[in-house]
Nanobody
């Protein structure tokens, strides 16, 4: 099982990034997917969720209207579009896959929002 995130980096406040997470080794199309983040000195927190067919999505209030989650089951990939980034969005972003009682984590990608 492997989840590989990419797309992180350094961006100025107000900028945008698109994170990708490519999955392998499990049935991606049957798995609910989420993005989490862990900021400096903070615990890991849920950012966004998408159901296995993409019919249900949720983003937390702190990123609502700025972030959007989507997926392409043909490519085994989940995305996180991040717009109007703020310094407080600085964190390591992780994707997570859940299939029944099983859960899988990626290694994370760093997002730094700074001028």
């Amino acid at each position: 099982v492997q989840l590989v995130e990419s797309g992180g980096g350094l961006v100025q406040p107000g900028g945008s990034l698109r994170l990708s997470c490519v999955a392998s080794g499990f049935t991606f199309s049957s798995s609910d997917m989420s993005w989490y983040r862990q900021g400096p000195g903070k615990g890991r927190e849920l950012v966004a969720f998408i159901s296995y067919r993409g019919g249900s999505t949720t983003v937390v209030d702190s990123v609502k209207d700025r972030f959007a989650i989507s997926r392409d089951n043909a490519k085994n990939t989940v995305y996180l579009q991040m717009n109007s980034l703020k310094p407080e969005d600085t964190a390591v972003y992780y994707c997570r896959g859940e299939l029944g009682f099983l859960g899988y984590w990626g290694q994370g990608t760093q997002v730094t929002v700074s001028s």
